[in-house]
């Protein structure tokens, strides 16, 4: 038995029709007529079947005109919105819209009317006396229609607060079931965030119920961090228009007042001009936030820390070159006096002089030179422990060239035969440095020979992977970051080997590791003079280049120093 509800109207005053009433009533009537003659001219059971249906299918059912106008319905419908027949039939479908839903109707219905093909989307629908409900609407179109008279089949499935989406065919039960135990809020909107479902994840994340994000249109721009949110809504705006997921992360303010911080994973789902579907997922992540600030707290904590302690060992640094200058001149002093006096002896008395006292003479001026020798290089050294040096594209050649003249005595007086390369590639370094390292390596391959045998020395260099490497290398330091022309590229991968052979007398395999410490010689000084300092000097210079260095020795044969630095090329 069909039960009817009749809206009592004596309490409403009559109001006297505006003319754009009446002419919507007219039009209504007329499109009413025009849908019963067509269905009588076009004999069509099937459709009139639709009455009956709407009556007994569980689910409300309903005609719609091409402009969303209801022109049959069930009586599930009539109980659904809590109204009689005469409120419902002819009456359009946004009436018992909100009205901010009005135009996203519109937009979902003439895209379901330009396709031809059925869409899905959810609306709170307003209800006599009671709260508005949340409807699943599936409209599709019938068959076989003009455009002029097209009908659509309408079906309004109820969401209850409990399951809102439960009732919608495309989401499993299990689906559902999974969303509830996720550890962050699932959620889906029709664009622009018009919440259709929210998990009830949210009352424990934030303490408000699930049904304020839908109810409130307005509830999630609320309640977003003001420092937040204009940022957060353009951010927004901006992936849907060009269809992108992305990630958000902003603050939320919970039903304490409390601000938490979260993590918003959105992804489109469905998109059409006007009419966009996202969904997504908002995690807490104020606890990763908060270590990050206690983090970044301790990096600045421990960042100021090392700058004080870099300037007190800056300083004390330069009080030790202060202190090694003064004590390199009040050296000198003396021993430029020392020296100065053997020369006088030398001069006036050296007739008197028997040839044991010549001989102690002799010895004087060598630890005299020898002594001048040791300061002046251990200045050298420091210096480069104090010089943040400019780096830049190098030719090795001009540099072997530079250094040879200035040997060119020693290669004279030994009858030296010195090979070199015919051309070599740019390195980046410092010119002065670079000077420096090939001074004291070639001034060693002259000086270790064989007895009897002319030096023999050859200067090569070769492209080669920075990881790859022959002979024991000289352990390298960090240096500081040196300054580089932005003009050039420096390829970190490819590195040159800048490598001085000679067929000398060699290094012992257990000493090629400390060659390079300060003041290391395997030989008396009586047999090949020198500091000790030289290939220290070497591994520092070469250090402040960004480079590495090394060698590979056979005793009795000769040994290869090697030096590695990185390969320029211009832009």
Not at 244 to 272: E, Q
Request: hydrophobic content about 40%.
């Amino acid at each position: 038995m069909t039960r009817t509800r009749t809206i009592s109207r004596e309490t409403h005053k009559p109001r006297k029709p505006v003319p754009r009433q009446v002419a919507v009533a007219m039009e209504l009537a007329e499109e009413f007529k025009r849908h019963q003659l067509h269905l009588a001219e076009r004999d069509r059971p099937a459709s009139l079947a639709e009455f009956d249906l709407a009556d007994l299918s569980p689910v409300p059912l309903a005609l719609l005109s091409r402009r969303g106008v209801i022109v049959s319905a069930g009586k599930p419908l009539f109980d659904l919105l809590d109204a009689a027949p005469d409120d419902v039939v002819f009456h359009s479908i946004p009436e018992f819209l909100r009205k901010q839903d009005v135009g996203a109707f519109f937009k979902f219905f003439n895209d379901c009317r330009s396709k031809g093909r059925t869409q899905r989307a959810e609306f709170l629908m307003n209800a006599r006396e009671r709260f508005p409900k949340r409807v699943l609407l599936i409209v599709s179109p019938l068959p076989g229609a003009n455009a002029d008279r097209m009908l659509f089949r309408a079906a309004f499935v109820e969401l209850t607060e409990n399951e809102q989406r439960t009732s919608d065919p495309r989401i499993p039960q299990q689906d559902t079931r999974l969303m509830e135990v996720i550890d962050g809020i699932v959620w889906e909107a029709d664009y622009p965030m018009r919440f259709t479902f929210v998990s009830r994840q949210a009352e424990r994340i934030l303490g408000f119920p699930a049904r304020n994000w839908i109810e409130d249109p307005d509830f999630w721009a609320k309640h977003i961090y003001h420092e937040d949110r204009d940022r957060v809504l353009q951010a927004r705006a901006q992936a849907v228009k060009k269809l992108n997921s992305h990630v958000l992360h902003y603050r939320m303010l919970t039903a304490a007042r409390k601000v938490i911080h979260v993590k918003d994973s959105a992804v489109i789902v469905a998109g059409a001009p006007g009419w966009t579907k996202i969904s997504g997922i908002i995690t807490d992540v104020t606890d990763v936030e908060q270590a990050r600030e206690q983090l970044r707290h301790s990096n600045e904590s421990l960042e100021a820390s090392v700058a004080e302690r870099t300037s007190k060992m800056q300083q004390s640094l330069d009080s030790m070159e202060t202190l090694c200058y003064g004590i390199a001149h009040d050296f000198k002093a003396p021993i430029r006096a020392l020296e100065g006096f053997t020369g006088l002896l030398i001069a006036e008395h050296e007739k008197d002089f028997d040839d044991q006292a010549k001989g102690y003479v002799a010895r004087c001026k060598i630890a005299i030179r020898r002594m001048t020798e040791l300061i002046d290089a251990v200045l050298t050294y420091g210096r480069l422990n104090h010089t943040l040096p400019e780096l830049i594209p190098i030719d090795v050649s001009s540099v072997v060239n530079r250094v040879l003249q200035s040997l060119e005595p020693e290669i004279s007086q030994t009858r030296a035969r010195i090979n070199v390369q015919m051309t070599f590639p740019r390195i980046v370094g410092n010119p002065y440095l670079m000077e420096q390292v090939l001074t004291n390596l070639i001034a060693n391959a002259l000086k270790f020979t064989r007895p009897g045998a002319p030096p023999e020395i050859s200067i090569s260099a070769t492209q080669t992977d920075a990881q790859v490497g022959r002979g024991v290398p000289a352990e390298p330091l960090v240096p500081a970051e040196p300054s580089t022309p932005s003009s050039f590229i420096i390829h970190n991968s490819s590195f040159i080997r800048i490598t001085v052979t000679d067929h000398g007398i060699g290094i012992p395999h257990e000493s090629t590791k400390r060659m390079f410490g300060m003041f290391q010689k395997l030989h008396p000084v009586a047999q090949y003079p020198g500091t000790g300092i030289g290939l220290s000097i070497v591994k520092r210079a070469v250090e402040l280049m960004n480079g590495r260095v090394g060698v590979f020795s056979d005793p009795g044969h000769g040994s290869s120093f090697w030096i590695e630095l990185p390969f320029a090329s211009e832009k």
